[in-house]
């Protein structure tokens, strides 16, 4: 998926979180400009796929970075770009250092972090669709459906449409179980 589409999930996600009366983007930062974003790149020296780029031109992660709250959902915190990028290099370096499921030649990058996180493989930047695993400590991403960024972020809008998330009175998402999907998909959430 192109960065436009990206963007068109994540306006479609800011739009639907806030006409379900979740608080989720009263808790963001503003966006990267693109020379922010390339600044980053160099300190950290990676080159980011133009469909990450336009989750942290969108927003720069949640506010409360310390104990963010559930951001995507139900359990995904939404971090800025230079914690996506370090935890994402974390992330990776345990999985590397001794799992029977390693991913020696990748880089990731965190969009939705948690004790289970969605990250992006960022190992070929010319990609024009970024894949989004399940980063789950215990099993393969490859045992959880591999979808684009768009398809990840759509994924959680349509939770929202179908209220499998619902926002409770207190600001938080509350994921009803019996409105999961049955297949594979269920892990999109």
């Known amino acids: ?3 436009a589409e990206v963007r068109e999930q994540l306006d479609r996600f800011e739009f639907l979180s806030n006409a379900h009366g979740h608080p989720t983007m009263s808790r963001v930062r503003g966006g990267l400009t693109a020379d922010a974003i390339r600044h980053i790149e160099e300190e950290a020296g990676i080159t980011l796929p133009n469909d990450a780029k336009a989750i942290w031109q969108w927003h720069n992660g949640s506010t409360d970075q310390s104990h963010p709250p559930p951001f995507w959902g139900f359990g995904y ?3 800025d770009l230079k914690s996506a990028i370090s935890i994402g290099r974390r992330d990776l370096d345990i999985r590397n250092s001794g799992d029977v499921n390693t991913y020696p030649d990748s880089t990731w990058l965190i969009l939705g972090g ?9 190992t070929t930047p010319c990609r024009a669709n970024s894949l989004a695993y399940v980063n789950e400590p215990t099993s393969s991403g490859e045992e959880y459906p591999v979808v684009t960024i768009a398809d990840r972020i759509g994924w959680w809008c349509w939770a929202i449409e179908h209220h499998v998330y619902r ?16 297949g594979p998909e269920r892990h999109l959430m």
Do not use: R
């Not at 948690?114 to 960022?122: A, M, Y």
């Not at 926002?167 to 049955?182: C, H, I, N, R, S």
């Open 1 to 3: 998926m192109s960065a």
């Open 167 to 182: 926002a409770t009175p207190t600001g938080e998402w509350q994921l009803d179980f019996t409105k999961l999907p049955t």
């Open 77 to 79: 915190w939404f971090p």
């Open 114 to 122: 948690g004790s289970v996180s969605v990250v992006i493989d960022i």
